[in-house]
């Protein structure tokens, strides 16, 4: 099992930053893939950023790639996500996924373990 805690969320004008972390427990960290993904009210959960176990490759949708960059330390057993220029659009709740593999993956049936979310609220 492992356990995955997010961190970070709040309220943050347009154009603005934030960092959320979700720090990992249970298991080698570095043998995970890690996923991040947004569920707005009464929308489907959908595919933020992934990384690979090690780091070395990243994966955006268009929808945030150039705002958004997803990183990871695994001394720290914590993954990354930092949001820059947000939008109103980009409210949502914001959760990380790990899965135990070698790939990057950008399903959410791709990841068994979720964490509980943090709320991400940009306002106009």
Same mark, same amino acid.
């Given at each position: 099992?492992?356990?995955?805690?997010?961190?970070? #969320?709040?309220?943050? =004008? *347009?154009? &603005?930053?934030? +960092?959320?972390?979700? %720090? !990992?427990?249970? /298991?080698?960290?570095?043998?995970?893939?890690? #996923?991040?993904?947004? =569920? *707005?009210? &009464?929308?489907? +959960?959908?595919?933020? %950023? !992934?990384?690979? /176990?090690?780091?070395?490759?990243?994966?955006?949708?268009?929808?945030?790639?150039?705002?958004?960059?997803?990183?990871?330390?695994? %001394?720290?057993?914590?993954?990354?996500?930092?949001?820059?220029?947000?939008?109103?659009?980009?409210?949502?709740?914001?959760?990380?996924?790990?899965?135990?593999?070698?790939?990057?993956?950008?399903?959410?049936?791709?990841?068994?373990?979720?964490?509980?979310?943090?709320?991400?609220?940009?306002?106009?």
């Amino acid at each position: 099992q492992v356990q995955l805690v997010e961190s970070g #969320g709040g309220l943050v =004008q *347009a154009g &603005g930053s934030l +960092r959320l972390s979700c %720090a !990992a427990s249970g /298991r080698t960290f570095s043998n995970y893939a890690m #996923g991040w993904f947004r =569920q *707005a009210p &009464g929308k489907e +959960r959908e595919f933020v %950023a !992934a990384i690979t /176990r090690s780091g070395g490759i990243t994966y955006y949708p268009d929808s945030v790639k150039g705002r958004f960059t997803i990183s990871r330390d695994n %001394a720290k057993n914590t993954v990354y996500l930092h949001m820059d220029s947000l939008k109103p659009e980009d409210t949502a709740v914001y959760y990380c996924a790990a899965k135990s593999g070698s790939n990057f993956y950008i399903r959410t049936y791709d990841y068994p373990y979720w964490g509980q979310g943090t709320q991400v609220t940009v306002s106009s």
